[in-house]
């Protein structure tokens, strides 16, 4: 067990939908990544914040978005949903702003577009 | 940026064989090296990591060098078990830090 909780599990929704993930870190990383995983693309990074900071993008569509809350947990909202985004969507915490460290990583949410 | 890249999978071995995947990377000085590990149905989990040139980073068997002459961070294992079937990645920190940035990920499978 990591430390790093992810819900939900399984999502399936439909194509033109929105949906919000959720991340709760390891108690006091302070650090959130979001990576998206697809068969064809590999592990993407998306975002990072730290302490509530956008601290970086990735490969992030302008569809999706993300915040990190003061209790330190992160959401990432996928919005008008087409069947390419079906992936499996990762969030990693770590205590540093740097990613020089280990990150380490929820279980994932499978995201099924119909 | 930085980046890295992994030999193609996937790799099938019996039980009790040698495993070497390759890793080979591009950086802006010298960062810290990962290899991270996939079983089935899981995230991903650190196996092993190195922080500066010439460590070797180890783990349940599994070996890496980071070699900064020829860019490298082979994984290494000298008996693979039927347990060890995972994805297996290389990572190091994106130029600037700000993430780990992944190589394409390499399946291994061990037969009995």
């Known amino acids: 067990d990591s430390g790093v909780t992810q819900t939900p599990k399984h999502l399936i929704t439909a194509t033109g939908q929105r949906v919000t993930l959720r991340c709760s870190p390891r108690s006091g990383d302070l650090s959130v990544y979001w990576y998206q995983q697809s068969l064809d693309q590999g592990l993407q990074f998306l975002i990072q914040y730290y302490n509530g900071e956008e601290r970086a993008k990735g490969n992030i569509l302008e569809r999706f978005s993300a915040q990190q809350f003061p209790d330190l947990h992160s959401e990432l909202n996928l919005s008008s949903l087409e069947l390419g985004d079906s992936a499996l969507y990762f969030c990693?915490?770590?205590?540093?702003?740097?990613?020089?460290?280990?990150?380490?990583f929820g279980q994932g949410t499978r995201l099924t577009v119909v | 940026g930085n980046s890295v890249t992994q030999m193609e999978g996937p790799v099938t071995l019996s039980e009790e064989a040698f495993l070497t995947i390759n890793c080979t990377y591009t950086?802006?000085?010298?960062?810290?090296l990962f290899w991270y590990v996939q079983y089935p149905g899981e995230g991903l989990q650190l196996l092993l990591k190195?922080?500066?040139?010439?460590d070797k980073g180890s783990n349940k068997g599994f070996e890496a060098t980071y070699r900064k002459e020829t860019t490298s961070f082979h994984l290494e294992k000298g008996s693979v078990q039927v347990s060890d079937s995972a994805v297996y990645f290389c990572?190091?920190?994106?130029?600037?830090?700000?993430?780990?940035?992944f190589g394409s990920g390499t399946r291994l499978q061990v037969q009995p």
């Open positions: 990572a190091l920190p994106m130029t600037g830090r700000r993430a780990l940035t």
């Open positions: 190195a922080t500066k040139a010439d």
């Open positions: 950086a802006t000085g010298y960062p810290s």
């Open positions: 990693a915490s770590s205590p540093d702003r740097d990613s020089n460290t280990e990150a380490f």
